[in-house]
């Protein structure tokens, strides 16, 4: 089964026939809005619309004489329950650091909870766990996303029945902290100096000083 506005894709097979199967409709048949079928047999897209949908495929085989198999399905596109977001979008991190996206249905999760299947388009820059789960009764759920190169990527979330949602993380590169040098001070003296970072810092940074030689 599908739902309204998320991915579907379905590969179709045959058993036995001769080298390549070329796929088809039948005339007269139809996938559901939104979906399509590829000469390889791959059914994919986002439906558009909820209902049940009968078609029947042709599959042929390039042997000699050919060889002409028919097959019908009947595909179920389930309406949408609610809907989903991805917070904040665009969310910033850095190489080697993390960040949180907080995802958020418009009604809350069923019985048993909600599972959110998760992707990020560019794993080279950005990573996400494979699911997260919404529980039962909730509306929230937290999406840890690491930086792992500079660049950016799309992070995307579906779920069954809710829908899809996406939000862009950017990746920049660690900050590096830089203090004065060759600061003097005289015995019970103090002197303000500051701290500054190498590039402006997504949220707010907390800077640990330690003194190497307090003697």
Wanted: no cysteine; aromatic share 2%; charged share 0%.
């Amino acid at each position: 089964a599908g739902t309204v506005g998320s991915a579907y894709s379905q590969q179709l097979a045959t058993s036995g026939g001769t080298g390549a199967v070329s796929w088809s409709l039948i005339n007269g048949t139809t996938l559901p809005n939104g979906l399509t079928l590829s000469p390889t047999g791959l059914i994919s897209g986002s439906p558009t619309a909820a209902g049940t949908t009968n078609f029947t495929v042709r599959a042929q085989d390039s042997g000699s004489p050919q060889q002409i198999a028919t097959a019908s399905f009947s595909l179920v596109v389930n309406a949408v329950s609610g809907t989903m977001t991805l917070a904040p979008n665009p969310l910033s991190v850095t190489v080697g650091g993390s960040g949180n996206l907080t995802l958020t249905l418009s009604t809350a999760a069923p019985a048993g909870g909600l599972n959110v299947t998760l992707s990020s388009t560019n794993a080279a820059a950005a990573t996400v766990p494979a699911s997260v789960t919404v529980a039962a009764g909730q509306t929230t759920a937290t999406v840890p996303v690491t930086g792992v190169a500079v660049g950016s990527s799309t992070i995307n979330a579906s779920a069954t029945n809710f829908g899809s949602a996406s939000a862009t993380v950017n990746v920049g590169a660690q900050n590096a902290i830089n203090l004065p040098t060759g600061l003097r001070l005289a015995p019970g003296q103090t002197l303000p100096f500051n701290v500054t970072l190498s590039s402006p810092a997504a949220t707010a940074v907390t800077v640990n000083l330690v003194n190497a030689n307090p003697a």
